[in-house]
């Protein structure tokens, strides 16, 4: 018919489908009208959850896989995760793609082409702890409010998907991780900045170039909500662009959530919502105080034992906090986050579970490791600890398995401490210590 337009949807392919940031992503770029497909290099919880939601993936990344994917329909844009070239600098997907100049960008790439597609207003959550929670958070009270609201979470939540596009949306709140630079590639129209430390070590090699980040990146949003510690530690003072709120907050008494991470992390996204929502913050913290949390965020899985993404000193710090403000006495299943961050912080260990009644101490999980550097086993790992009787080396097993339901089941507090994936502790607390397994 003469006039009549073909339309196609662009084709956008996501290789690391199962991470934390491209599985949101491409649950949002679906439902904003592109065709979406993609692969990771194994199953887990979080690829189960992408199929469930009606995103097409396959596991293994092969050229023969894409190629059958680029033959049903023809691939236009490949994002793929930082993960993918760390593990296989030539990684048989992003060759594929360059052999048919098929378009190539990490996340932040196609997010900015969504957000400016959309006309979507930036709401950033940075910070070296606390992202996802306080990300989660904000989304919480957009929708308890009735406010439509699009967004990326990086956990699972039990109130809409990890990722969602929402067309009468004004607002796009986004957990803005600074691993790889990538919150470098936005500028915000808020961002609300959470504790700041220093991590990833593998991009930022000094404490100094972490800190330059964060105030590169404050810099470039429109304007930021950050307490006056964090404001001092990054060496910024109040202006036009930048609010700061005091460390003895007097509305921090009237948050009633576990943990005092999460109380402040919460009064800075009430801080920067209020405004925006024209509500009160008295009224915004009824609906915080509602807040069911997400996933693996001191996650209750059975009575008595729960899995948390604590892998900092810093946040194990804080999820110890919260766990001692239920029970004196607390167990913890700790899996490190890969080795590489083991050799900068060993030394930080230190009494960070002291206040412990059992640690059982398990292998580093890896990923993205430096070969040239010395696998640090579970002893020598312990050995940084200021206390050292209350900790057992283990690996996940049945023996494991009924010290910890053995725990719960008197009356201690478990807490499996784990920052990894698939095959994690985190996944195998979920198969073998949740209520559903026993």
Same mark, same amino acid.
């Given at each position: 018919?003469?006039?009549?337009?073909?339309?196609? $949807?662009?084709?956008?392919?996501?290789?690391?489908?199962?991470?934390?940031?491209?599985?949101?992503?491409?649950?949002?770029?679906?439902?904003?009208?592109?065709?979406?497909?993609?692969?990771?290099?194994?199953?887990?919880?979080?690829?189960?959850?992408?199929?469930?939601?009606? !995103?097409?993936?396959? !596991?293994?990344?092969?050229?023969?896989?894409?190629?059958?994917?680029?033959?049903?329909?023809?691939?236009?844009?490949?994002?793929?995760?930082? @993960?993918?070239?760390?593990?296989?600098?030539?990684?048989?997907?992003?060759?594929?793609?360059?052999?048919?100049?098929?378009?190539?960008?990490?996340?932040? @790439?196609?997010?900015?082409?969504?957000?400016?597609?959309?006309?979507?207003? =930036?709401?950033?959550?940075?910070?070296?702890?606390?992202?996802?929670?306080?990300?989660?958070?904000?989304?919480?009270?957009?929708?308890?409010?009735?406010?439509?609201?699009?967004?990326?979470?990086?956990?699972?939540?039990?109130?809409?998907?990890?990722?969602?596009?929402?067309?009468?949306?004004?607002?796009?709140?986004?957990?803005? *991780?600074?691993? *790889?630079?990538?919150?470098?590639?936005?500028?915000?129209?808020?961002?609300?900045?959470? !504790?700041?430390?220093?991590?990833?070590?593998?991009?930022?090699?000094?404490?100094?170039?972490?800190? $330059?980040?964060?105030?590169?990146? !404050?810099?470039?949003?429109?304007?930021? +909500?950050?307490?006056?510690?964090?404001?001092?530690?990054?060496?910024?003072?109040?202006?036009?662009?930048?609010?700061?709120?005091?460390?003895?907050?007097?509305?921090?008494?009237?948050?009633?959530?576990?943990?005092?991470?999460?109380?402040?992390?919460?009064?800075?996204?009430?801080?920067?919502?209020?405004?925006?929502?024209?509500?009160?913050?008295?009224?915004?913290?009824?609906?915080?105080?509602?807040?069911?949390?997400?996933?693996?965020?001191?996650?209750?899985?059975?009575?008595?034992?729960?899995?948390?993404?604590?892998?900092?000193?810093?946040?194990?710090?804080?999820?110890?906090?919260? @766990?001692?403000?239920?029970?004196?006495?607390?167990?913890?299943?700790?899996?490190?986050?890969?080795?590489?961050?083991?050799? +900068?912080?060993?030394? $930080? +260990?230190?009494?960070?579970?002291?206040?412990?009644?059992?640690?059982?101490?398990?292998?580093?999980?890896?990923?993205?490791?430096?070969?040239?550097?010395?696998?640090?086993?579970?002893?020598?790992?312990?050995?940084?600890?200021?206390?050292?009787?209350?900790?057992?080396?283990?690996?996940?097993?049945?023996?494991?398995?009924?010290?910890?339901?053995?725990?719960?089941?008197?009356?201690? =507090?478990?807490?499996?401490?784990?920052?990894?994936?698939?095959?994690?502790?985190?996944?195998? @607390?979920?198969?073998?210590?949740?209520?559903?397994?026993?």
């Amino acid at each position: 018919m003469r006039g009549f337009i073909l339309y196609r $949807q662009m084709h956008i392919y996501f290789s690391g489908i199962g991470g934390t940031g491209l599985g949101p992503l491409a649950l949002i770029a679906n439902k904003a009208g592109y065709k979406v497909s993609g692969s990771d290099s194994k199953q887990s919880q979080y690829t189960d959850y992408l199929l469930k939601h009606g !995103i097409s993936l396959h !596991i293994g990344q092969t050229k023969e896989q894409i190629a059958a994917e680029h033959t049903k329909n023809p691939i236009d844009w490949i994002v793929f995760s930082s @993960a993918v070239l760390i593990t296989n600098p030539n990684n048989p997907e992003l060759l594929f793609a360059k052999a048919n100049n098929i378009k190539i960008t990490k996340r932040d @790439a196609c997010l900015n082409m969504i957000l400016d597609e959309k006309k979507l207003k =930036l709401i950033a959550i940075a910070g070296t702890h606390g992202k996802t929670t306080t990300t989660a958070m904000v989304v919480w009270l957009f929708k308890e409010l009735g406010i439509p609201v699009s967004y990326s979470v990086g956990a699972k939540i039990n109130f809409g998907p990890m990722g969602a596009y929402e067309s009468s949306s004004e607002y796009f709140v986004y957990e803005c *991780d600074e691993f *790889d630079r990538n919150f470098l590639s936005f500028k915000p129209y808020i961002s609300i900045i959470t !504790i700041v430390d220093w991590d990833h070590h593998e991009i930022y090699t000094t404490r100094d170039a972490y800190k $330059q980040a964060f105030i590169d990146f !404050i810099h470039q949003s429109n304007h930021t +909500y950050i307490f006056n510690r964090d404001a001092e530690y990054l060496k910024l003072y109040t202006t036009n662009s930048i609010s700061l709120l005091p460390n003895e907050d007097a509305i921090l008494k009237n948050i009633k959530l576990k943990g005092l991470q999460n109380r402040q992390n919460t009064r800075v996204a009430l801080g920067a919502i209020a405004p925006i929502t024209n509500k009160s913050v008295d009224e915004l913290i009824t609906i915080a105080n509602r807040f069911p949390g997400s996933s693996r965020r001191f996650e209750p899985l059975a009575p008595n034992i729960y899995t948390d993404y604590a892998h900092t000193p810093e946040e194990i710090r804080a999820t110890m906090e919260m @766990a001692r403000e239920i029970s004196s006495d607390v167990i913890v299943a700790y899996e490190p986050l890969t080795d590489r961050r083991q050799h +900068y912080m060993k030394d $930080q +260990y230190d009494d960070v579970f002291e206040t412990t009644k059992k640690i059982y101490w398990l292998p580093s999980y890896l990923a993205r490791e430096d070969p040239n550097q010395k696998i640090l086993t579970p002893d020598e790992l312990v050995s940084y600890l200021s206390e050292q009787t209350n900790a057992e080396t283990a690996v996940l097993s049945d023996s494991l398995k009924e010290k910890l339901l053995a725990h719960a089941a008197n009356g201690d =507090l478990v807490v499996c401490m784990a920052g990894g994936g698939g095959s994690s502790l985190d996944e195998w @607390a979920r198969q073998e210590l949740s209520a559903e397994a026993q």
